[in-house]
């Protein structure tokens, strides 16, 4: 199949922390990756900022050397990388000062979309977005987009959407949820909206249970500070695993267009029902051996943070009342792998011999790694000697369907496109993200009040057995994290 590239608008889009991990490492590749496949405007710029004193040679070494880093296989072309490394400016900015504000102004041109990508922490995106109102950088054109966290409760998070809403208006906020830029998660709408299959057996009629599953192999390592103060409930769940249940549970928007998929969305928040601990689990990881702990890793031992979480969801509509929606994420699991299963109920009468550890109909939608589909179905054992039944897979890998293709955006660059385009269906509205504090904050504060401990897991196994309990009680039990 032959990619097709959407042309965009020219834009001059302004990288704020540049010089840190994310911009190195994810952005500023995808921003070459769409250059290399022809999507910048001939005369679309990338203005690198950050406080780092730097002269615009300096700036293109720092992205030459990220590139070759972190993007080597389209970076080995010199001639592209110079063409691209053309296209950058730099621009030395302290957020919280006065300097480099008005550099920035005359940095920028007047006809083209204006983008202002924070990659830096929160407490900069207010002091940020004041200067680019007050030194009249912002238009009523440009585009703000930030970074998760969005807060750590209801009140900072609407204390963020506060800041940014006092000189941006909603309709130019992007908030970023990279889950949301993958190419199964898109493929989700389009398997449930633009198929007649689906749509009648989506619903608690059909469907027994719903398993969403992110799991990581790694650890906290390097960042085990921040995420001692986050845990698997604030950092994962909160967005992306609700997100994903979102997408998964809402009914049809009457339209493709950001508001109309986002309405739906918030309406599933607001129907998520309040979750008893009882229907919790938490875990923190400890070492099989050496010193691979999260206590070690986030350097507090006697910490309470969880580094895994599960729970079982009940949405309070129509469509889902009766069907269980069990979330579960962690890190330093048996493997890295994120998926959502459809569990569909049995036949109604079965006419064939039990079949031992038979599973039934399942759809299952992999995001990580090999994106693809698959849909578990029950057949006929081959071979003679009666009728015996077998399950078997009918298999789709994106990659190998669709090809080059499929592989051919990550998630932040098909995003940043988004951006410039001006389309913000992929990107979480402030009521969303606001809804979302509201149904988890008083789960956190549950365990938060009484100090409660999460459970022990060894590194590398599928968490905790409680996790296990919570389904196998209700007589069923997780997918494999394979
Ligand atoms: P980081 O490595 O610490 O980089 C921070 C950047 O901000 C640096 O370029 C730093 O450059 C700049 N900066 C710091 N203080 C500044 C100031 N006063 N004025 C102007 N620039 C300033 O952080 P990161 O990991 O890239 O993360 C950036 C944001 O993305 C954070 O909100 C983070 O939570 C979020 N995020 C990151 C990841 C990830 O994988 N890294 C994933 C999801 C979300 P100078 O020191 O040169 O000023």
């Known amino acids: 199949m032959v990619s097709r590239v ?59 050397t990220s590139l070759l880093e972190f993007a080597p296989e389209t970076a080995k072309s010199n001639e592209a990388l110079s063409a691209f490394l053309d296209r950058l400016d730099y ?61 750590r409760d209801l009140e900072t998070s609407k204390a963020l959407n506060a800041e940014l809403r006092r000189c941006f208006d909603e309709h130019q906020i992007y908030r970023i949820d990279h889950y949301l830029g993958k190419e199964t998660v898109q493929n989700l709408m389009a398997l449930r909206f633009a198929n007649s299959l689906w749509e009648p057996l989506w619903n608690s009629t059909h469907v027994d249970h719903v398993q969403i599953t992110v799991s990581e192999s790694l650890g906290v390592e390097g960042r085990g500070e921040y995420y001692n103060r986050s845990g698997a409930m604030r950092d994962m769940v909160q967005n992306h695993l609700v997100q994903l249940l979102c997408l998964t549970a809402m009914e049809p928007p009457s339209k493709l267009a950001s508001n109309a998929v986002r309405d739906e969305k918030v309406k599933v928040i607001e129907a998520l029902e309040p979750v008893p601990q009882s229907d919790i689990v938490r875990g923190q990881y400890r070492a099989v051996s050496g010193k691979d702990s999260y206590v070690e890793h986030a350097g507090d031992p006697n910490s309470l943070t969880e580094s895994f979480i599960a729970m079982k969801i009940n949405i309070g509509n129509w469509r889902w009342a ?109 009521d969303e993200v606001e809804a979302a504090w509201e149904w988890a904050d008083p789960m956190i504060a549950g365990w938060e009040g009484a100090a409660l401990r999460p459970a022990p897991y060894d590194a590398g196994s599928s968490g905790p057995e409680d996790a296990l309990m919570l389904l196998h009680r209700d007589g069923r039990r997780w997918r494999e994290i394979e």
């Open 91 to 151: 621009v030395k900015v302290d957020a919280t000062g006065d300097k480099g504000w008005s550099e920035l102004v005359e940095t920028l041109r007047p006809d083209v979309v204006r983008a202002f990508y924070l990659s830096v922490t929160p407490s900069l995106f207010g002091p940020i977005a004041a200067n680019l109102s007050e030194h009249g950088i912002a238009t009523p054109d440009s585009r703000i987009v930030v970074e998760k966290p969005f807060g």
């Open 322 to 430: 009766g069907t269980p929606f069990y979330l579960r994420t962690g890190k330093k699991l048996r493997a890295r792998s994120s998926e959502i299963a459809i569990v569909f109920r049995d036949p109604p009468h079965m006419i064939f011999p039990k079949m031992e550890g038979r599973r039934g109909n399942a759809l299952i939608i992999r995001l990580q790694p090999d994106e693809g589909i698959t849909l578990r179905t029950t057949i006929k054992e081959p071979g003679p000697g009666g009728m015996r039944l077998a399950e078997v897979t009918l298999d789709m890998t994106f990659a190998e369907a669709l090809g080059e293709q499929a592989q051919a955006q990550d998630a932040y660059e098909r995003l940043i496109m988004d951006v410039i385009r001006g389309d913000q269906t992929l990107f979480m509205r402030g």
């Open 6 to 64: 959407i042309p965009v608008d020219s834009f001059d889009l302004v990288l704020f922390g540049v010089t840190g991990d994310l911009a190195r490492r994810k952005i500023l590749p995808g921003l070459f990756h769409r250059f290399i496949v022809g999507q910048m405007p001939e005369d679309a710029r990338v203005i690198g900022s950050a406080r780092t004193d730097m002269d615009r040679a300096g700036f293109q070494n720092l992205v030459r």
